[in-house]
């Protein structure tokens, strides 16, 4: 039998040289990666330098590594590999056991049949009582809008007389028959009707002229009244347009930024609460406040057009490396 010697195995450096050599041969800058990704400037640098401790959870490192890899058209397996060997880690993987199921089918439970009697008696009973509530609440208010039909109805005019209109039976009561005259009329007899008939078309003749009168007496108060009306609304109108002209748009005193192209932002206020997160596409404008100060990372300074805060222009270009800026507002 011969003896195995122990090889002591060294762990191999992590190849992000070539991601980064990868990456330039696509013409691609660490913005599109970050834009893409949605990665920190500063997790893409450590990858491509080899910096492991600067990466600090493995789980989500990996994740990085696979899709950085990916998206440069590269197989990810051999740089997942060469991370794992480089801290010491392995990833493992359990098979997982079926267990086996116990169905349980429970038996039809027969009701008592009192039950049963019970629970129908008590269904009719609930039946009954919502048909007597419905013939109370409505067939009561239907007669009494039936009756409310024969009173009779009042009402007031402009000169404050109250006028009474009948009521639907009063309309529709039958006209006195009118008994005619007998041929043997006297001659004494015909000429009292005739004085009669006289003296009546004189009475209509006066009552017409003062029908007239009282016509052409109301006709100049509703004239009046329409003026008076028109005049106020006139008036209201005119209280309204200084109201509405008062009016003016309030001026934003937060955070202002205003994008050209696509950009990834990170805004957070000083209580922990995220303003904003995430890739912000090109023609967004943003107005965001919080609670001083805001951390604000801008990954792309080139695709921001304004950026101001509390009604004061920043410039970006001044605070940023590598294309990447961060800053604390107020300054």
Avoid at 15 to 23: F, K, M, S, V, Y
Avoid at 49 to 61: E, G, H, N, Q, Y
Avoid at 80 to 88: L, R
Avoid at 134 to 152: C, F, I, T
Wanted: negative net charge.
């Amino acid at each position: 039998m011969s003896e195995l010697d122990p090889t002591v195995t060294t762990p191999l450096a992590f190849p992000g040289e070539q991601l980064r050599e990868a990456r330039e041969r696509h013409g691609i800058s660490i913005d599109q990666v970050c834009n893409q990704l949605h990665l920190h400037a500063a997790t893409v640098a450590a990858i491509e330098a080899s910096d492991i401790d600067r990466l600090k959870d493995p789980v989500f490192t990996r994740g990085y590594i696979r899709a950085y890899a990916n998206y440069l058209k590269l197989d990810p397996k051999p740089f997942v590999d060469a991370y794992n060997q480089a801290t010491g880690q392995q990833t493992t993987s359990a098979d997982v056991k079926a267990i086996g199921t116990v169905s349980m089918v429970p038996g039809r439970r027969q009701g008592h049949p009192v039950l049963k009697i019970g629970s129908w008696l008590f269904l009719l009973a609930l039946i009954a009582v919502f048909v007597w509530w419905w013939q109370a609440q409505y067939g009561v208010n239907d007669n009494a809008g039936l009756s409310s039909l024969d009173e009779p109805v009042s009402v007031e005019t402009t000169d404050g007389n109250t006028l009474v209109l009948p009521s639907v039976e009063e309309e529709e009561a039958p006209l006195p028959e009118v008994e005619p005259l007998a041929p043997e009329a006297s001659g004494t007899e015909t000429t009292d009707t005739l004085s009669n008939q006289d003296d009546q078309s004189a009475e209509g003749m006066t009552d017409t002229a003062a029908g007239s009168s009282e016509q052409a007496a109301l006709e100049p108060e509703v004239d009046t009244a329409s003026a008076e009306a028109a005049n106020e609304e006139t008036a209201a109108g005119d209280v309204e347009s200084p109201v509405q002209a008062a009016v003016e748009p309030e001026v934003s005193q937060g955070l202002v930024i205003s994008l050209v192209d696509d950009c990834w932002l990170d805004i957070k206020a000083s209580n922990g609460r995220s303003l904003y997160s995430g890739v912000a596409k090109a023609g967004t404008t943003l107005e965001l406040e919080g609670e001083e100060p805001l951390a604000v990372v801008v990954g792309r300074v080139s695709a921001v057009e304004e950026f101001s805060y509390a009604g004061r222009t920043i410039d970006l270009a001044a605070r940023s490396r590598e294309g990447v800026a961060r800053l604390s507002l107020p300054l």
